[in-house]
Nanobody, 125 residues
Framework: QVQLVESGGGTVQAGGSLRLSCADS?????????MGWFRQAPGKEAEFVAA????????YYADSVKGRFTISKDSGKNSNYLQMNSLKPEDTAVYYC?????????????????WGPGTQVTVSS
């Protein structure tokens, strides 16, 4: 059973940076997972942020974060990082780490089997 745990959230001023981390606390080595991030702001639906294939060779980004966020992954491990630069107040949300062996559509919530409990990111203006 995959158990995802996020860390690195917090409060930062607009224009600042944060780095989120996500790891599988079960430390399974028999299966490899593609990994991603979604976020949900108060009163809004969850939205796709970024994803990376299990070998780290391909990345995907939402248009709203492209050029500002970078997802990376420890090769061969079910852990990843989301470097967030030039943060804006509209980036304020709970960020969720996700994992799945074969998501058909990375932007769809239903394609991701495993979810972390989330970490709060607050960007003040």
């Amino acid at each position: 059973q995959v158990q995802l745990v996020e860390s690195g959230g917090g409060t930062v001023q607009a224009g600042g940076s944060l780095r989120l981390s996500c790891a599988d606390s079960s430390r399974r080595t028999d299966l490899n997972y593609h990994m991603g991030w979604f976020r949900q702001a108060p009163g809004k639906e969850a939205e796709f942020v970024a994803a990376i294939t299990w070998k780290g060779g391909t990345t995907y980004y939402a248009d709203s974060v492209k050029g500002r966020f970078t997802i990376s992954k420890d090769s061969g491990k079910n852990s990843n990082y989301l470097q967030m630069n030039s943060l804006k107040p509209e980036d304020t949300a709970v960020y969720y780490c996700t994992a799945d062996q074969m998501p058909s559509t990375v932007t769809a919530e239903s394609e991701w089997q495993y979810w972390g409990p989330g970490t709060q990111v607050t960007v003040s203006s």
